[in-house]
Nanobody, 122 residues
Framework: QAHLAESGGGSVQTGGSLRLSCVVA????????IGWFRQSPGKEREGVAI????????FYADSVTGRFIISKDNAKNTVYLNMSSLIPEDTAKYHC???????????????WGQGTLVTVSS
């Protein structure tokens, strides 16, 4: 069972930045695909970014490419999502999860973290 804990959400204005953190249970961190997806009312779940903790390859949704960067700190079993140039369309609850594969076409394994809310105002 995956154990993940997200933090770092908040409210910002358009153009602002936030950094989300996801602490992953050690047994689920190594050699895995870990990433973020977001959900907002009335919208489908959207995969945002994934990182392969083995080779550090990264994958991004088109909607966030060039604005978001996913990274990791092996010493802390933590995955980060640095978000910049935020727009109102980025408003959502962001969840961290272990993914079935390192690609946004795949699905996150349940259970995932409880999520952290990001609100971007215009």
């Amino acid at each position: 069972q995956a154990h993940l804990a997200e933090s770092g959400g908040g409210s910002v204005q358009t153009g602002g930045s936030l950094r989300l953190s996801c602490v992953v249970a050690e047994h689920n961190y190594d050699d895995n695909c870990i990433g973020w997806f977001r959900q907002s009312p009335g919208k489908e779940r959207e995969g945002v970014a994934i990182i392969n903790t083995a080779d550090e390859s990264t994958f991004y949704a088109d909607s966030v490419t060039g604005r978001f960067i996913i990274s990791k700190d092996n010493a802390k079993n933590t995955v980060y999502l640095n978000m910049s140039s935020l727009i109102p369309e980025d408003t959502a609850k962001y969840h961290c999860a272990v993914w079935e594969a390192c690609g946004l076409w795949s699905r996150p394994f349940a259970p995932w973290g409880q999520g952290t809310l990001v609100t971007v105002s215009s």
